[in-house]
Structure formats: structure tokens, C-alpha cells
């Protein structure tokens, strides 16, 4: 698709707004400390998990005839599977005609856990592997944590009925094993690998190993572009953190659209309603759904997403590209917001 159409049919989509992915941010509570986390997760949260039946209240707000079939809801943390009524939260969801899935680091997911997920209607399932076993254990912060991992998705792997991928943080220490890691998830019958790099927000703000020079940036964005042209039973993609220039529709299907707030909203552990849950939450947060409703928070809020105008300011006032960038992804806005945080497309250019 031209840059012209695309941008036609990003207007259409941000005019119709329509909501088919919801993020449950259903805990806070996670056994890893990694590396790269921008919630600050760890085992003893200083938040409760949100109550079942409060998240379900503000589901229950969405009129049936405004369900898309496609409308998915992904619970995701922390870690999900450290809640002890995951099972029951997926039956619920899906009894209310939603499909639902998770995200997790996989050292919970076993045989018997799988098990209970599918038959609690579980169709979606994303884990995340972030090297080779020194690598990813390095980042995870747990020793062991590759080889649960790797179980756990040769089991997610093996389910026909699951829309499943892996996830990769790329960072210094692992844009070398790039094609040892595909090898490795191709050998456990992976067909989706979906890759992104760091914003430095949470943890990794400060933390040089995690942030590619610009060079970096460009070697993976030819090795992702290398493995889509050869094909293959694996889908290699980068995902849509930002707009990248000359590498558009060559390292994913589509052109670079940030959907956060216009398809895509979040409740997150203390009620706030917002988009992505990596979004900063004290800036973009739309109301609470312990003092509002949440569909009509969606219906008439979220203008800072419709409207990118505010994004125009910094570095991108006078860019080139902004009709089809708009300011990059919402999630590169934080703090005080003044400019932002990373632009892709200008490491595109580096090495262009």
C-alpha cells in the first residue's frame, strides 16, 4: 500500500475508534527482576492484584453488538500466571463472547498448566526468549530461566489451536546470536517471531547494554529484512514501535501505525483505563474504572491518541516524515514529554 493510501486508512480507523484489544494488566507480582522491565514488576508488588469481578464489571460495560469477533483480551503483568484464578478469569472472559490470551516468561507454563489454559478457552499466547541461555538468563535476572522458557514454548508450539508467537528484546549482548536464536525456535516449531528494541524508560533507562547503536539498529533491521525475503515455515517481524523510513513494509506486513488508543486500550492494576500499558500512565491515563464507565471513557476520551498535533514539537517539528510518523510511538513519550524519546527512522538514516 502507498504511503497516500495508508495514511487514508489510518484517518479512517482513528475516526471509527473501534476497540478490539484490550490489555488486563492483572498483576503486578512477577518472580523476574529483568533487566528491561518498565513496570518495576518483582514478587512482592506494592499493588493488590485487581479483583476478577472489578475488571469483569468494566468488560461488562462493552453493548454486545459493539464486539467485533476479532476483539481479544490479553492479560498480561507482571506475570499472569502467578495469579491463582488465571483459569477462571479466561473461562469468564470467554463465556462473555471474548477471545483472551496472556504474556509470559513461560517458568510456570508446564504440561498441566497448558492444559488448564486451553480448556479455560485460552487462544492467544505470546512468550518471550531473549537470547541464548547466558544471554537470556542475564536479562531475566533468574538462573534457569532459559531452559523454562525453551519448555515452555516448544508446548505453546505444538498447539494447532493457539495464535502464538516468541518475543525478542534485542540488545547488545544478543544482536550477535540473532541467527542462532532462529535456528533454535525454528527447531521448536515457532511460526511467529516478532522482535523489538528498547525505549529507555523503567529499568532500562540508564542501562547501556540494552540500547543499539545506530549501526546495530540497522543490522537488525537487515537481518529481519534478509529472513522475510527467503520465506520459510517462520515468520520473522519487528514490531510497530516506530516508523523506520526506508525498511517500511520490508520487516512487517504493514506500514508502521500506532494503534495504542485508537483499537487498543489497557486497564492496569490500580483501575486507570489507558492504551498500551508501557504508555506513560501518569500523563496518558483517560479516568479510572473504579470511578467511571469504561466504554464511554472510550468513546470520548482519548483525544492525545486521536490527535497527534501536541507530538508535533522537538525533533519531529520540522521532520519530512511526520504525516507518516506522527511522532513515533505513544510509548516513546514520557516524563515531561518535551520531545521524543527515540526516533527510528532517524537511525534508519545513519547507515542509509
Not at 501505525?257 to 485508537?262: E, L, R, S, T
Not at 479510572?288 to 472510550?298: A, G, L, R
Amino acid at each position: 500500500m502507498n504511503s497516500f493510501l495508508f495514511r487514508l486508512f489510518r484517518e479512517n480507523e482513528t475516526r471509527v475508534h473501534e476497540l478490539n484489544y484490550l490489555f488486563w494488566e492483572c498483576t503486578t507480582r512477577c518472580n523476574f527482576h529483568c533487566r528491561h522491565c518498565g513496570s518495576d514488576c518483582s514478587v512482592l508488588s506494592r499493588e493488590k492484584d485487581m479483583p476478577l469481578a472489578d475488571f469483569l464489571r468494566a468488560l461488562d460495560t462493552i453493548p454486545k453488538d459493539h464486539r467485533p469477533g476479532d476483539f481479544t483480551v490479553v492479560l498480561t503483568g507482571g506475570e499472569p500466571l502467578m495469579r491463582p484464578d488465571l483459569a477462571e478469569a479466561g473461562r469468564a472472559i470467554r463465556s462473555r463472547g471474548f477471545g483472551w490470551g496472556m504474556v509470559s516468561n513461560g517458568w510456570f507454563y508446564d504440561e498441566r498448566r497448558h492444559a488448564e489454559m486451553m480448556e479455560a478457552g485460552m487462544r492467544v499466547m505470546t512468550i518471550s526468549l531473549d537470547g541464548l541461555e547466558e544471554g537470556h538468563d542475564w536479562m531475566r535476572g533468574v538462573p534457569g530461566s532459559f531452559r523454562h522458557a525453551v519448555r515452555a514454548i516448544g508446548i505453546m508450539a505444538a498447539e494447532p489451536r493457539l495464535v502464538a508467537d516468541v518475543v525478542t528484546c534485542v540488545n547488545k549482548r544478543n544482536i550477535g546470536e540473532l541467527q542462532q536464536i532462529y535456528e533454535l525456535l525454528a527447531s521448536l516449531g515457532v511460526r511467529q517471531w516478532r522482535i523489538f528494541t528498547i525505549i529507555p524508560i523503567g529499568r532500562a533507562a540508564s542501562d547501556p547494554e540494552m540500547h543499539l547503536s545506530d549501526d546495530e539498529f540497522t543490522l537488525l533491521m537487515d537481518f529481519i529484512q534478509a529472513k522475510r525475503e527467503a520465506g520459510g515455515p517462520m515468520k520473522v517481524t519487528f514490531s510497530c514501535e516506530g516508523y523506520l523510513g526506508r525498511y517500511e513494509e520490508k520487516v512487517r506486513d504493514t506500514r508502521y501505525f500506532c494503534h495504542a488508543g485508537i483499537n487498543i486500550a489497557s486497564i492496569l492494576i490500580d483501575g486507570r483505563i489507558c492504551a498500551c500499558p508501557n504508555i506513560d500512565r501518569d500523563r496518558f491515563s483517560q479516568g479510572s474504572i473504579y470511578e467511571d464507565n469504561f466504554y464511554e471513557v472510550w468513546n470520548t476520551r482519548f483525544q492525545p491518541f486521536r490527535d497527534r498535533g501536541w507530538a508535533r514539537k522537538g525533533i519531529c517539528k520540522d521532520c519530512k516524515e511526520w504525516r507518516n510518523c506522527l511522532g513515533n510511538g505513544m510509548h516513546n513519550w514520557h516524563g515531561d514529554c518535551g520531545s521524543v524519546l527515540q526516533c527510528h527512522y532517524r537511525k534508519t538514516l545513519k547507515a542509509g
